[in-house]
């Protein structure tokens, strides 16, 4: 099986990619949320995509998502029909509002190019929300002391260590607040094959070796798939201090996805460490089965509004793990 060939990618001379137009980029629009592209930081040509509920309440004010999408950190983009779509129907739902990152993509700009574009996005809400005289188009109806950190695949991923990296800058993220982390199916990996990455190594949506292409492509050069990035359950006692101080986290996954003990695995280390944890694990399906099976969204936006609005048994900050 060609990896590149599954992935419809193909590599240049230079070490960029060139990616398939199969999927759509859709414009700022949407029947069922306010939509706009606001840029982020102009040097890097980031931007995000605003998600708004056509008529959100007055009272209380919405909570604020910062939403990383997936695709193995070298596909996709906020504007991929179905992150798009994805976006709309959680902020309309939920609701909320969601400001989808635009991210920089590897093998052009390896990790943690990702992660320095997600310390951006809090440092941009910032200064957006201790400005008065800021031009955010939703600041009327936001709730900057409930920013949540959410992501998929690889977007959870990226959501895990940016909010390692904002642990370290909590006062002067002020008075933005990050209140939990929605982390879907988060892609990490190791050397070592787990039980589930062997079962399903041919997997339809994921199989080994196409797992195996995104982490060369994406990983910082001479990096094995035991790097930080990669796999923190191997780099624990790095990351020790910055997990301990990390927000409530929901933690989701599939049975039938190759990723599935690694995504049990991390959630466990986060319980060790004293994190809060919901951990919801025992959907059957398929990674990414939420982007094409409608029953699996809607679980999923219901997992985030109990989490998100503490419906999940916590009642508070202080949410203990759905045991795994």
């Known amino acids: 099986m060609d990896p590149y060939k599954l992935l419809r990618v193909s590599l240049n001379p230079d070490g960029s990619l060139t990616r398939s137009d199969l999927i759509p980029l859709l414009p700022p629009s949407d029947p069922a949320v306010l939509c706009q592209d606001l840029p982020l930081n102009p040097a890097r040509g980031t931007t995000f995509r605003l998600f708004l509920p056509r008529q959100p309440p007055p009272a ?5 998502i910062l939403y990383f999408h997936g695709g193995g ?16 129907r959680l902020a309309a739902s939920l609701p909320a509002i969601v400001l989808s990152v635009d991210y920089r993509l590897a093998p052009e700009h390896r990790l943690p190019a990702a992660y320095d574009d997600a310390l951006d996005a809090f440092l941009w809400l910032r200064s957006q929300a201790a400005d008065g005289r800021g031009d955010l188009p939703f600041r009327y109806c936001a709730d900057f002391s409930r920013c ?27 008075p933005v607040k990050i209140a939990g982390l929605v982390l879907d199916q988060p892609y990490f990996g190791g050397v070592e094959r ?20 995104m982490w060369e492509l994406a990983l910082p050069e001479g990096a094995n798939r035991d790097h930080e990035y990669c796999n923190p359950m191997a780099n624990e006692a790095k990351l ?8 409530r986290c929901l933690v989701r996954g599939h049975i039938g996805d190759p990723l599935y003990d690694r995504q049990r695995e991390f959630a466990g280390m ?11 694990m025992e959907s059957e399906g398929l ?20 989490f998100l609005y503490f419906e999940d048994g916590g009642g508070s900050a202080g949410v203990g793990l759905q045991r795994l």
């Open 60 to 64: 209380p004010k919405l909570p604020l």
């Open 194 to 213: 787990t039980e589930s990455e062997e079962r399903a190594k041919e997997d339809k949506i994921i199989p080994l070796v196409a797992n195996d292409l």
């Open 270 to 280: 986060l319980e060790r460490r004293g994190v809060s944890v919901v951990a919801r």
């Open 73 to 88: 950190f070298i596909l996709f983009r906020a504007a991929s029909g179905p992150i798009h779509a994805a976006c709309a």
């Open 287 to 306: 990674h990414g089965m939420e982007m094409f099976d409608a029953s699996k969204e809607e679980e999923l936006v219901a997992d985030v509004r109990r």
């Open 148 to 174: 949540f950190l959410m992501g998929t695949s690889a977007g959870g991923n990226i959501a895990f260590y940016a909010a390692v990296r904002a642990a370290a800058l909590t006062d002067s993220l002020h």
């Open 240 to 247: 020790l201090a910055a997990v301990g101080n990390l927000p």
